[in-house]
């Protein structure tokens, strides 16, 4: 009989077998699924795993702080903080195609790691949150021929250059699996159930070019919206909800004045595995009130709207 238990006990050996007495680097994301696999890895190997977390500029609101802060002192795991935000955004400057920052967060994401394992001396493995579905979607899509919708930046796609091996201990498990083995590793609970979080992280929520500022704005108004949902008691009836702030200002009367500002779209879906998706069906107060919060609260911001595509057509993400 298959249990999360009997899982956790299997894995942990074979963890063991594979690894012997080498190094493994881990990069965190902050996700579930590379936390999950840290979790797994650490209590296979202790100390034999050191993670690395690449704070790329484009984390939510207070996530880098909270994710190292979980891992080093909840967890005791050794974690090193590579705080490269002006390194990114410097090199997203002025670009707006979708597919081409892509490829510039996850080249310097593999230069950046690629820099801090060099560090670590005797390090021969790459522990990976690979999950099912991603082996799958990026094989095929709607089982039809192999066709590429996105360059995927997972913590995942770090290069076979680095002469390591990859230890994968997720790759069987669904997204409620690794939440389930999270919960029996010891994970606060309300870190297992967290959305997803895409690893190019808000620049896929930012269509057009990335600014400092459109990232500030950004952040206070996903913010806002989770609290909302929280409040509501709505998070974990919601697969993953965030804010993408459009490359658009248009027009609003705020008191007396005119206002000329950023307009932002809520998007919040339901999903079993991320590959379809339904739209949330918010009641319309929540959405009017939390319009209005968000208005009120973030500067920068003059008109809320909510997405209401399910993928397919649309995609989770909006690049
Ligand atoms: P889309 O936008 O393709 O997203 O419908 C499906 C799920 O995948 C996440 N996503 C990513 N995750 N690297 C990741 O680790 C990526 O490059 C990436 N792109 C999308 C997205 O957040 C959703 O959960």
Redesign the pocket.
Known sequence: DWTMAGYREQAVEAIRAQVGEAKVICALSGGVDSSVAAALIHEAVGDQLVCVFVDHGLLRKDEGAEVVGMFRDHMNLQVIHAEEQERFLGALEGVSDPETK?KIIGGLFIDVFQEQADRIEGARFLAQGTLYPDVIESVSFSGGPSVT??S???VGGLPETMNLELVEPLRELFKDEVRALGRELGLPAHFVGRH?????GLA?RCPGEITREKLAILREADAVFIDQIRRHGLYDEIW?AFVAILPVRTVGVMGDGRTYDYACAMRAVRSVD?MTADVFPFDHDFLSETANRIINEVRGINRVTYDVTS?PPG???WE
């Open positions: 892509r919708i996105k995927h930046h997972n997803p979080f895409p690893g190019p896929i993953q991320g993928k995609t989770i993400e």
